[in-house]
């Protein structure tokens, strides 16, 4: 087993990309889509937790969702690594690398109800919402429509995720008072 390492390429480097998007303007979208990457990688855990954790009558109705919008983070978390390395960069991928670039703040350990733990989730769907709104902006302004579209592709799927957690936190319910007490 061979153990001399080599570095193919530094962590938050930008190299050419044969995408032909000059370096100066791929590395701002490289430093934008690092954090989206650590964000999404922070939602994932907070919602994968709060799937764990899910009590009460509607359990397996929030369970359920829960898991179809972890893995649909999961998902474009991948896609987001992908353009970076597309772009000539290098995805953040340690958890302390990520947790020091995420600009959403998640959780504790503790456990919560699962409509404060519905309400936190939906508090950084709309932190990262408005983070995507700013770097879709960023990288139509600097020409690189493929990497807006991506983002606005992904922007849809956080905002039908955030617009039925929502709803989940609406007062109405099927659970009769009296099964609450």
Known sequence: MNTEKQIQQQAGTVEENALRLETEKAEQIVDALNSDLADAYVLYHQ?????????GAEFLDIHVFLQEVYEDVEDAADELAERLQALGGVPHASMTTLAENATVEPEDEDVYDIRTSLSNDLEMMGDIIESYRQHIELADGLGDHATAQMLREQLETIEEHAHHVEHYLEDDTLVLESATK
């Open 47 to 55: 919602l994968h937790k709060h799937h764990w954790n899910v009590e």
